[in-house]
């Protein structure tokens, strides 16, 4: 019997609820030695609740807007035994936002065509309140339409062309930040132009509310040349994608535009912009058997992308030009039948062929300068040799090292790097590898790992003219602000795990991961350390022949200690998920079953003052995030080849997010437009399905 796991809560970060797991597939729960070839589901849904109950748990399947739905899926499959072709369709959630679509004819050995539509629509959990009290609700939604088709030229040697055209419509939620009054000696917004309503008087700063509008097309095409032999298996070919957007330049649309101190208007400040762009890569990759234990691998791609349109009201034919080779080999071998080796080696080169141009001008006490684009041209190379031995009493034990070092190119310009203490041209990092397996017995298997990473760099380059290389001595500040990702890292980790099934009946799977960053640069301030803790166990119990339990438990925690100017922080994101679910047949054509789901997400803030004293004004709130999901299913088999299903789906969702609202209170704009959300969520969905096999 297939055992199907069905959760119904995710992490705050996605908020997102697939009805899929509970209604799109039910005859996939039916066991595959008496499934026959071809079904059909169809039933309806329904859900509780108005749009707000509905805007985290039904924002990725239409059900926030429309409280009902059809439940529609098929899976065709069609062989003819005399001319060997094999018809394919399949369906999923036809009658939802979510819904897919594919087909495919293949005549075996022959050659095949097929086809695909996909589509998904996307609501936002939040609601826009303008300034009059309206409300809004964003939407984007995706379309895509699939075709592909192959050849065999020879029984070895295939041909393959995929295309794929995808449509995204709609809009999404976003800001401008503006400055108001006289920043430095530049010129900044400060407000509304003459005869409109007074804003942002007396402050230094704002953000406006300016849903990004979308409009565009991405064309991606794959064609590729396969042959396979007894020794070499090869293939090469072109990929190809291309984006293009209807949406040119958008403003925040407050009438009468944005103006600088002066009275004259100020457009820059008042609009965003999207640009086009395109990405062609060139690529062969192959696997060569030596011997039956001996193998290479190896892959060669050569790729071109590049942006066009305008940027900051300077119209340009093209923004960014940049060209990426790859080069890979690998070796995997087996000496003696206890040893076996890996080994393999990666190069990239990235070069940034972008010309430059002034991007912003900018008029202030000094007169007229201008910013221009950095170039990012970079090259890693990377390598991997590994070591696996079968030791006597069922040992297995694993050695591996890891290398990899970046080298990237000085900028030309300190323009866009202002804020910045250092860059650094070069880092290195190895990480060593060590894991030891064993079947502890029929029963009991169990494994633990270590790694330890260390990465290094050249000496940090000072900002100045030139951007000369200096030691940590001379450009060390106290609240300096160096890259992370630049900087001397060293990265530990420890997983241990075990598989224990001390009956047929039951199979229990533990787990436990630990992992620490520990940074240095030439500073007291930023990022000093984190660490990740993931703890975890899932059991599965067959009671009976006619009964099974499922469950699990997992929590996870994440801890960043950063330094600020002045004042310390401890962010803590811990997570706590479990579920325990049954499956059973009380009698003859019944089955029933239901799961329970539960998580808690929350992210602490613990704030200190560098010297000590207490913090004005104590820390930053919680967030937290909890999720309370009851599916239950009853299904029932009318004759051999159809039954009736009904699941009923209880799902209960509360978010405390200060960064939108804050006892009552919601994200207000400077315009005077709000985004609220309602902090708790409760819904139930109902579902009939029938199913319906064909021989």
Same mark, same amino acid.
């Given at each position: 019997?297939?055992?199907?796991?069905?959760?119904?809560?995710? &992490?705050?970060?996605?908020?997102?609820?697939?009805?899929?797991?509970?209604?799109?597939?039910?005859?996939?729960?039916?066991?595959?030695?008496? &499934?026959?070839? !071809?079904?059909?589901?169809?039933?309806?849904?329904?859900?509780?609740?108005?749009?707000? /109950?509905?805007?985290?748990?039904?924002?990725? /399947?239409?059900?926030?807007?429309?409280?009902?739905?059809?439940?529609?899926?098929?899976?065709?499959?069609?062989?003819?035994?005399?001319?060997?072709?094999?018809?394919?369709?399949?369906?999923?959630?036809?009658?939802?936002?979510?819904? @897919?679509?594919?087909?495919?004819?293949?005549?075996?050995?022959?050659?095949?065509?097929?086809?695909?539509?996909?589509?998904?629509?996307?609501?936002?959990?939040?609601?826009?309140?303008?300034?009059?009290?309206?409300?809004?609700?964003?939407?984007?939604?995706?379309?895509?339409?699939?075709?592909?088709?192959?050849?065999?030229?020879?029984?070895?040697?295939?041909?393959?062309?995929?295309?794929?055209?995808?449509?995204?419509?709609?809009?999404?939620?976003?800001?401008?930040?503006?400055?108001?009054?006289?920043?430095?000696?530049?010129?900044?917004?400060?407000?509304?132009?003459?005869?409109?309503?007074?804003?942002?008087?007396?402050?230094?700063?704002?953000?406006?509310?300016?849903?990004?509008?979308?409009? =565009?097309?991405?064309?991606?095409?794959?064609?590729?040349?396969?042959? !396979?032999?007894?020794?070499? %298996?090869?293939?090469?070919?072109?990929?190809?994608?291309?984006?293009?957007?209807?949406?040119?330049?958008?403003?925040?649309?407050?009438?009468?535009?944005?103006?600088?101190?002066?009275?004259?208007?100020? =457009?820059?400040?008042?609009?965003?912009?999207?640009?086009?762009?395109?990405?062609?890569?060139?690529?062969?990759?192959? *696997?060569?058997?030596?011997?039956?234990?001996?193998?290479?691998?190896?892959?060669?791609?050569?790729?071109?992308?590049?942006?066009?349109?305008?940027?900051?009201?300077?119209?340009?034919?093209?923004?960014?030009?940049?060209?990426?080779?790859?080069?890979?080999?690998?070796?995997?071998?087996?000496?003696?039948? %206890?040893?076996?080796?890996?080994?393999?080696?990666?190069?990239?080169?990235?070069?940034?062929?972008?010309?430059?141009?002034?991007?912003?001008?900018? #008029?202030?006490?000094?007169?007229?300068?201008?910013?221009?684009?950095?170039?990012?041209?970079?090259?890693?190379?990377?390598?991997?040799?590994?070591?696996?031995?079968?030791?006597?009493?069922?040992?297995?034990?694993?050695?591996?090292?890891?290398?990899?070092?970046?080298?990237?190119?000085?900028?030309?310009?300190?323009?866009?790097?202002?804020?910045?203490?250092?860059?650094?041209?070069?880092?290195?990092?190895?990480?060593?590898?060590?894991?030891?397996?064993?079947?502890?017995?029929?029963?009991?298997?169990?494994?633990?790992?270590?790694?330890?990473?260390?990465?290094?760099?050249?000496?940090?380059?000072?900002?100045?003219?030139?951007?000369?290389?200096?030691? /940590?001595?001379? *450009?060390?500040?106290?609240?300096?602000?160096?890259?992370?990702?630049?900087?001397?890292?060293?990265?530990?980790?420890?997983?241990?795990?075990?598989?224990?099934?001390?009956?047929?009946?039951?199979?229990?799977?533990?787990?436990?991961?630990?992992?620490?960053?520990?940074?240095?640069?030439? #500073?007291?301030?930023?990022?000093?350390?984190?660490?990740?803790? !993931?703890?975890?166990?899932?059991?599965?119990?067959?009671?009976?022949?006619?009964?099974?339990?499922?469950?699990?438990?997992?929590?996870?925690?994440?801890?960043?200690?950063?330094?600020?100017?002045?004042?310390?922080?401890? $962010?803590?994101?811990?997570?706590?998920?479990?579920? $325990?679910?049954?499956?059973?047949?009380?009698?003859?054509?019944?089955?029933?079953?239901?799961? $329970?789901?539960?998580?808690?997400?929350?992210?602490?803030?613990?704030?200190?003052?560098?010297?000590?004293?207490?913090?004005?004004?104590?820390?930053?709130?919680?967030?937290?995030?909890?999720?309370?999901?009851?599916?239950?299913?009853?299904?029932?088999?009318?004759? %051999?080849?159809?039954?009736?299903?009904?699941?009923?789906?209880?799902?209960?969702? @509360?978010?405390?997010?200060?960064?939108?609202?804050?006892?009552?209170?919601?994200?207000?704009?400077?315009?005077?437009?709000?985004?609220?959300?309602?902090?708790?969520?409760?819904?139930?969905?109902?579902?009939?399905?029938?199913?319906?096999?064909?021989?």
């Amino acid at each position: 019997m297939k055992t199907v796991h069905k959760q119904f809560v995710q &992490r705050p970060t996605v908020l997102a609820l697939s009805l899929l797991a509970a209604f799109g597939s039910a005859y996939a729960e039916v066991e595959d030695l008496v &499934r026959p070839d !071809s079904s059909v589901s169809v039933g309806v849904i329904s859900a509780s609740g108005n749009q707000k /109950d509905r805007a985290i748990l039904g924002q990725y /399947d239409g059900l926030r807007q429309d409280s009902a739905g059809v439940l529609l899926d098929l899976d065709i499959n069609k062989r003819d035994d005399d001319t060997g072709t094999w018809t394919q369709v399949q369906g999923r959630n036809l009658g939802l936002d979510n819904r @897919e679509l594919k087909a495919s004819y293949v005549q075996q050995g022959v050659w095949y065509v097929s086809g695909s539509y996909d589509a998904i629509t996307h609501d936002d959990p939040r609601t826009l309140v303008s300034g009059t009290g309206a409300e809004q609700n964003l939407r984007t939604k995706r379309e895509a339409f699939g075709l592909a088709t192959g050849q065999w030229i020879t029984p070895r040697v295939l041909f393959e062309l995929d295309f794929k055209n995808e449509q995204k419509t709609g809009a999404r939620l976003n800001g401008l930040g503006i400055a108001c009054g006289v920043y430095s000696s530049e010129y900044n917004v400060c407000g509304l132009a003459a005869g409109t309503a007074a804003m942002l008087a007396g402050t230094t700063g704002g953000m406006l509310l300016v849903p990004e509008p979308i409009d =565009a097309t991405t064309n991606q095409i794959d064609a590729r040349l396969s042959y !396979s032999g007894e020794k070499l %298996k090869l293939h090469g070919g072109y990929y190809g994608s291309f984006y293009s957007t209807n949406v040119g330049y958008f403003s925040s649309g407050v009438t009468g535009g944005l103006v600088n101190p002066d009275g004259t208007p100020n =457009a820059s400040a008042n609009l965003l912009s999207q640009l086009n762009n395109q990405a062609h890569q060139f690529y062969v990759d192959g *696997i060569y058997a030596f011997t039956p234990s001996t193998r290479a691998n190896f892959k060669l791609a050569m790729g071109l992308w590049h942006e066009v349109g305008a940027l900051g009201g300077y119209t340009r034919a093209q923004r960014q030009r940049c060209t990426d080779a790859l080069a890979q080999v690998g070796l995997s071998l087996r000496p003696m039948p %206890k040893l076996s080796l890996t080994a393999n080696v990666r190069y990239e080169d990235k070069e940034d062929g972008t010309p430059q141009y002034v991007y912003s001008v900018v #008029t202030n006490a000094s007169g007229a300068g201008s910013y221009k684009n950095i170039l990012h041209s970079s090259n890693k190379l990377g390598g991997k040799l590994e070591a696996s031995y079968l030791f006597p009493h069922n040992y297995q034990g694993t050695l591996g090292v890891d290398y990899q070092e970046v080298h990237r190119d000085r900028p030309v310009s300190t323009a866009l790097v202002d804020g910045l203490s250092g860059l650094r041209e070069d880092t290195k990092e190895t990480t060593y590898r060590a894991e030891v397996r064993r079947g502890m017995s029929e029963t009991l298997n169990a494994s633990v790992g270590y790694s330890h990473a260390k990465r290094e760099g050249s000496s940090w380059l000072s900002l100045g003219a030139g951007f000369p290389a200096v030691a /940590d001595s001379v *450009i060390y500040a106290a609240n300096g602000a160096f890259p992370f990702t630049l900087q001397d890292r060293t990265r530990d980790k420890i997983r241990l795990a075990a598989d224990w099934s001390p009956s047929e009946s039951l199979s229990v799977q533990f787990n436990l991961e630990n992992g620490k960053d520990s940074y240095r640069a030439p #500073t007291l301030a930023g990022l000093k350390d984190s660490d990740v803790q !993931s703890y975890g166990v899932d059991a599965a119990w067959k009671l009976s022949e006619k009964w099974k339990i499922t469950g699990y438990w997992n929590q996870g925690k994440q801890t960043q200690n950063v330094s600020h100017a002045g004042y310390l922080a401890e $962010l803590n994101n811990t997570t706590n998920s479990l579920a $325990l679910g049954f499956v059973g047949t009380p009698a003859a054509n019944y089955e029933v079953g239901a799961n $329970l789901s539960y998580l808690k997400d929350n992210m602490q803030y613990q704030q200190s003052l560098s010297s000590g004293l207490p913090l004005v004004g104590g820390a930053l709130p919680d967030v937290n995030y909890r999720a309370t999901g009851l599916n239950l299913f009853a299904k029932r088999t009318l004759e %051999k080849n159809a039954s009736v299903r009904v699941d009923l789906v209880h799902q209960r969702a @509360e978010l405390d997010d200060w960064a939108w609202g804050y006892n009552g209170v919601p994200f207000t704009y400077s315009d005077n437009a709000s985004v609220t959300q309602q902090p708790r969520q409760s819904v139930t969905y109902l579902g009939v399905t029938y199913v319906y096999w064909m021989k």
